[in-house]
């Protein structure tokens, strides 16, 4: 059972959070997890423009994710930062370029989720998840979401990310914040739910 994480973070934040769901994913018995960062699209004055080149540098390690990736995998967990209420551009010109996978099916059946990241408490969480399933949608894929079964979304002692449409983070205009231990509890939580369905999807064939 394959289960890919494909992400962009350009500060790091939505790394930490895919990090965490990655754990939760391995905990299932079976499960072979691989994280890939899609291709970036700024140049390197541009990121060192906006303060992000120590962030990458940190990623350069991971792998690029290709098409075939996504094709090869039974599930896939997608990460990405708020950008005014949508996904990143990066992840749209990754996910722009799947419409042969489109014609050919082949992700349907397949188990998607998604974690994100926002500026503000408020700053477009929800509708980045919602729209971003409208993709996942269109590829015949499974969604899941953050069910309620974590209880960490239920809280109200601390401001922190996290719905039923999935885990999210909230950085600070800066940058400044870095996940909480809730947070990254709800990606673990949420990695770990995409495997047991996942387990359960591959057994299954879609005609």
């Known amino acids: 059972m394959k289960i890919l994480i494909a ?12 990090k965490a769901a990655a754990e939760g ?5 079976g499960a072979q997890v691989t994280i890939k960062r899609v291709p970036e699209t700024l140049t390197k004055e541009v ?14 390690q991971v792998e690029i994710c290709t098409v075939e990736d996504l094709a090869a995998a039974d599930a896939v967990i997608f990460g990405t930062p708020t950008r ?6 990066q ?3 990754f996910l722009d370029s799947t419409g042969q996978l489109w014609m050919e099916g ?8 998604v974690i994100s990241s926002s500026a503000t408490q408020h700053g477009g969480q929800e509708s980045t998840l919602l729209s971003f399933h409208t993709t996942l949608l269109h590829h015949g894929m499974v969604i899941a979401g953050l069910p309620y079964t974590f209880k960490g ?3 109200i002692a601390e401001m922190s990310g996290g719905s039923p449409y999935g885990a999210t983070t909230i950085a ?11 947070e990254l509890d709800a990606a673990k939580f949420q990695g770990q739910y995409v495997a047991q369905l996942a387990e359960r999807f591959v057994k299954v064939p879609v005609s």
């Not at 992400?7 to 895919?18: F, I, K, L, Q």
């Not at 005014?84 to 551009?89: D, H, S, V």
């Open 7 to 18: 992400y962009y973070s350009m500060y790091g934040h939505v790394y930490e959070m895919v």
């Open 25 to 29: 994913a391995r905990s299932v018995r």
């Open 47 to 60: 990121l060192g423009t906006m303060g992000a080149l120590e962030a990458q540098k940190a990623q350069s």
């Open 84 to 89: 005014f209420g949508n996904m990143c551009g």
């Open 91 to 93: 992840m749209r010109q």
């Open 106 to 113: 082949a992700m349907v059946g397949k188990v998607g989720s």
């Open 153 to 155: 979304q239920m809280g």
């Open 172 to 182: 600070g205009t800066q940058g400044e914040r870095m996940p909480s231990r809730n």
